[in-house]
């Protein structure tokens, strides 16, 4: 009772002092303290509990982390026991990232098995993807358009063979072998192919192709869906594309192997290196004869272009 007392004359003496108004401002000031130092309390449970969020992900991360160390270790867990089956709470960016790298291992291990000479093969782009070879020569046409898959070198059969292949291939540079045995065995062969006839060509790209070993292109148009060749014309009908023009060569009419027609570019490149007699497969170029062809439309003993077409 003394205490209430005294508190009311001590509030009478500050009242008589400063006023009603001067308590009112004074009041105020108290509770804007006591309002912030809660603010402040609340502000330190929110970090704290942010804290404790943090450290359990980072738990729960750490032990996705060892279950994919085992899984890669022992190779025993699937995927869908460490991440759960359509659970989405444990997909975090950050394991997602190591779930992908986990699914990748086995094609970058396939990637560092790659000839380094192969690495230059392009990734397909564009909507296209029309496929052809342009024999003859190492490149594609440049018109913005067409990508090289792989340039590489002619072959085929053995120009005096009564049991080979009728195609002719574009074979790598860079070749990889399977299971193999050394040594001939006399059953299957392919040879390089050669040119075996210079008059008609434009020698642009080469200063004699005679005996020369002829290379080859393998093209992928990023626009066209349709490819063929053309023979005996060097321009394609209506609205097809001329990827492009040559003339047609085969084997030679006496010799015992059967080849295919193909379309050489009609300014080829000769292989340097090849520049000797050695034979393979000889390629020469192909003439019109009257009889079932018709004539004057095809006029005989003469020359046929070719053009690889597109649309």
């Not at 009603?20 to 704290?48: E, F, N, P, T």
């Not at 995927?79 to 089956?85: I, N, R, S």
């Not at 192919?193 to 093209?219: G, I, R, W």
């Not at 009609?266 to 079932?292: F, H, K, M, T, W």
Request: charged residues 25%.
């Amino acid at each position: 009772m003394i205490f209430v007392n005294n508190m009311l004359k001590q509030t009478e003496v500050i009242m008589s002092k400063i006023g009603v108004r001067g308590l009112a401002i004074l009041l105020g000031l108290v509770m804007v303290v006591c309002l912030a130092v809660l603010q402040m309390k609340s502000l330190s449970d929110l970090h704290q509990l942010g804290l404790t969020v943090s450290a359990m992900k980072r738990n729960e991360e750490n032990n996705i982390e060892k279950d994919l160390d085992k899984t890669g270790r022992s190779g025993k867990m699937s995927m869908d026991a460490v991440y759960g089956q359509g659970d989405e709470r444990l997909r975090s960016p950050k394991r997602e990232r190591r779930r992908r790298a986990v699914d990748d291992i086995d094609p970058l291990r396939d990637n560092t098995t790659m000839n380094k000479n192969d690495q230059h093969i392009h990734t397909p782009t564009g909507t296209g993807g029309a496929v052809y070879t342009r024999w003859g020569r190492r490149t594609c046409p440049d018109d913005g358009n067409t990508e090289i898959v792989f340039s590489g070198i002619s072959a085929g059969s053995w120009y005096d063979h009564t049991g080979a292949a009728v195609n002719t291939l574009c074979l790598p540079h860079e070749p990889i072998w399977g299971t193999y045995t050394d040594g001939l065995e006399n059953q299957a062969f392919i040879y390089g192919a050669e040119y075996y006839d210079q008059s008609l060509f434009k020698l642009t790209n080469a200063e004699a192709l005679l005996y020369h070993n002829m290379p080859c292109a393998v093209c992928r148009s990023r626009l066209r869906t349709s490819i063929f060749m053309l023979p005996a014309r060097n321009r394609c009908f209506g609205d097809w594309h001329v990827e492009y023009h040559g003339y047609l060569m085969t084997g030679h009419n006496t010799q015992k192997a059967s080849t295919d027609y193909i379309c050489v570019d009609q300014a080829p490149e000769a292989d340097p290196s090849g520049y000797r007699n050695e034979n393979g497969r000889l390629l020469y170029r192909v003439e019109a004869i009257c009889g079932s062809l018709p004539c004057p439309q095809y006029m005989n003993g003469r020359e046929l272009t070719c053009a690889v077409c597109s649309k």
